[in-house]
């Protein structure tokens, strides 16, 4: 494999992510973006990066690049969660906790805790 492989390249920024490495893993994350063009696992993994560096608007704006090319994938729903969550930013938590709870299968026990979850916050119980 060619070091300038996308999928090479994006692997190493994997590798490099999970062992919190996030300057290095950012760089060839964008490396592997460049030369492979945009996909869902570039987008997701650079705001991944993102959000463990504090960069959270940015990490945002991927997500929902990343929910347009693949709408059917919880993973941007999970980690927009999480950034809205840790905003405290209430009226985006629901907004997208019921856009994740449309992608989830109905009557599973993900989709009963995130009923219970938008219930809570919109009667502050």
């Known amino acids: 494999l060619s070091p300038a492989d996308p999928v090479l390249t ?3 920024g994997f590798l490099l992510f999970r062992e919190q490495r996030f300057s290095e893993a950012l760089e060839y994350v964008r490396r592997a973006g460049g030369a ?5 696992e570039s987008l997701s993994l650079e705001a991944s990066i993102l959000i463990e560096t504090g960069e959270p608007d940015r990490a945002e704006e991927l997500l929902r690049r990343a929910g347009g090319i693949r709408p059917e994938s919880t993973l941007p729903f999970q980690l927009l969660i999480r950034i809205q969550s840790e905003r405290g930013n209430r009226a985006g938590l629901i907004e997208t906790l019921e856009r994740y709870r449309a992608v989830i299968p109905q009557g599973s026990d993900e989709a009963v805790n995130v009923a219970r979850w938008l219930d809570s916050l919109k009667t502050g119980r």
């Open 10 to 12: 994006q692997t190493m």
């Open 36 to 40: 492979g063009g945009e996909s869902f």
